[in-house]
């Protein structure tokens, strides 16, 4: 079993920066995936970002790519998400998320089997 526990969300003005992190309690094997995953109200959940435990590959939603960067530190069992150059599209609820199955379906929300609680995200314009 593994807990998520995110942090870093709240309100910024647009262009600026945040850095979200989630910390996971429990054992994390060297072939989970950590993503993180948005919803905004009245939408759909949608894949942000994702990073392989090992560190060696990751993966971006065309629409935060060249802004957002994700990254983990193994030593802390912890995924951050730093967010640059935000717009008012972004606001959302950011989720992160833990996949058990490998580097199989990433960017698919059905593929995560443990999910945190949320941390909320509004940018202003």
């Known amino acids: 079993q593994v807990q998520l526990v995110e942090s870093g969300g709240g309100l910024v003005q647009a262009g600026g920066s945040l850095r979200l992190s989630c910390a996971a309690s429990?054992?994390?094997?060297?072939?989970?995936?950590m993503g993180w995953f948005r919803q905004a109200p009245g939408k759909e959940r949608e894949f942000v970002s994702t990073?392989?435990?090992?560190?060696?590959?990751?993966t971006y939603a065309d629409s935060v790519k060249g802004r957002f960067t994700i990254s983990r530190d193994s030593s802390k069992n912890t995924v951050y998400l730093q967010m640059n150059s935000l717009k008012p599209e972004d606001t959302a609820v950011y989720y992160c998320?833990?996949?058990?199955?490998?580097?199989?379906?990433?960017?698919?929300?059905?593929?995560?089997?443990?999910w945190g609680q949320g941390t909320q995200v509004t940018v202003s314009s």
């Open positions: 998320a833990v996949s058990r199955s490998g580097w199989y379906r990433v960017v698919v929300s059905s593929a995560y089997d443990y």
């Open positions: 990073i392989s435990w090992s560190g060696g590959s990751t």
């Open positions: 429990g054992r994390i094997f060297s072939t989970y995936v």
